[in-house]
């Protein structure tokens, strides 16, 4: 069923779309705030490794000789940054001239990275370190790397990937993450307005282009490493439980920051699907949409982008997740003794079975 037949469709059977249109609007809120005990947080220590200073300070005019001392600075991440975002290709001999276009091209993103960024990096690292805590308090056979290190860079603008809870540029590292400057400039800043008149990004990508999105998007870059997430062939529902139980155990690592910032939605968008949460999930029921296995049909729902077509205008993209995490938390209210641990690795069509998710 694709897209045009699903809106097309009779109004009787999509009553519910009207109603969702009309009320997807509002502010956001935010998640807990509690502490982790002191006498449970673990020792955490964070580096931060400036790569993309390193790199740009590389001299054109000896870039063998410059090249030959970074890759020695940075033995793993050098050549991955090289071949895995930049895509060049360091043996082939057109390699340092392609260095030199990017080194030409990139340097006023890396010019606003030095400004916009660089003030925020050492909070960063603070909210990491709690984080992090969180997490192996949480999940005790996780063991941060240590020395944790933050290593900053900034690579091609459409290094933008889909990952389960969302879409966003940065990366796991083999020692700790890799902070994708040229994605948390702003959301104002003039080096985006190329892309967005391109096509190449688009406006709600671009709102979270934000410095704040970095801890989060380190976390879920870490959340995504510690539990794999793969989809094939598994029924709507349960690809929304299991975005869900990564998204919850998310909001638990990061208790002080805005639940619209995790998930990515406006604080209009968050708002509207609480408000409408009931309506949302009729949505679903009511068009047998729950044990959909059609890939092509399930991804209007459960795939980043600016809106949900069937919903309208004013909702937000991947609206599976948000009602993934509601079926979540239903479930992990109700049964306060089971842990974080045990949750993660709980059959998706168990904790929707047992949540008796039914909003009203």
Same mark, same amino acid.
């Given at each position: ?17 009207? &109603? ?22 673990? %020792? ?37 940054? &090289? ?19 990017? =080194? ?30 969180? &997490? $192996? ?13 933050? @290593? ?8 933008? +990937? ?21 994605? $948390? ?17 688009? $406006? ?8 704040? @999105? ?13 539990? %794999? ?24 690592? =990061? ?19 609480? +408000? ?20 092509? &049909? ?11 077509? +069937? ?30 641990? +045990? ?18």
């Amino acid at each position: 069923m694709d897209a045009i037949t699903f809106v097309d469709m009779s109004l009787n059977r999509f009553f519910l779309l009207g &109603l969702i249109i009309v009320s997807l609007m509002g502010a956001g809120c935010n998640g807990s705030k509690t502490n982790l005990p002191e006498s449970e947080a673990i %020792p955490v220590t964070i580096k931060i490794a400036r790569f993309e200073k390193d790199f740009f300070a590389v001299d054109t005019a000896q870039i063998d000789a410059q090249l030959t001392k970074l890759a020695l600075r940075y033995p793993v991440f050098f050549p991955s940054f &090289l071949n895995a975002i930049i895509g060049i290709n360091p043996a082939d001999p057109q390699a340092a001239e392609a260095i030199k276009a990017f =080194l030409k091209s990139y340097r006023p993103v890396y010019n606003s990275a030095q400004i916009k960024v660089e003030k925020a990096l050492p909070e960063m690292a603070n909210q990491l370190k709690k984080a992090l805590q969180w &997490l $192996h308090y949480l999940v005790p056979a996780y063991q941060p790397d240590s020395p944790f290190v933050i @290593t900053t860079f900034i690579g091609p603008m459409d290094a933008y +990937e889909s990952f389960s809870i969302g879409d966003y540029g940065d990366v796991r590292t083999d020692n700790g993450v890799g902070v994708a400057l040229q994605f $948390h400039l702003g959301a104002d800043d003039p080096v985006y307005e190329s892309g967005l008149s391109s096509g190449m990004l688009y $406006h709600y990508q671009v709102r979270r282009f934000t410095p704040e @999105t970095m801890v989060v998007n380190a976390m879920k870059n870490i959340v995504e490493d510690l539990f %794999p997430y793969t989809a094939a062939g598994k029924p709507l529902v349960e690809e929304m439980v299991e975005k869900g139980k990564r998204l919850y155990l998310l909001q638990k690592v =990061l208790p002080d920051e805005d639940d619209s910032l995790l998930i990515g939605y406006t604080g209009t968008q968050l708002k509207g699907c609480k +408000e409408n949460e009931a309506l949302i999930w009729q949505f679903f029921v009511k068009n047998d949409l729950l044990f959909s296995i059609d890939p092509s &049909l399930n991804k209007s729902y459960i795939k980043d982008g600016p809106k949900t077509p +069937e919903l309208g205008d004013y909702s937000p993209g991947n609206i599976g997740l948000f009602t993934g995490w509601q079926i979540v938390k239903t479930y992990m209210d109700q049964n306060e003794e089971v842990s974080i641990s +045990e949750m993660m690795s709980m059959p998706a069509t168990k904790i929707f079975q047992a949540s008796g998710y039914k909003p009203r």
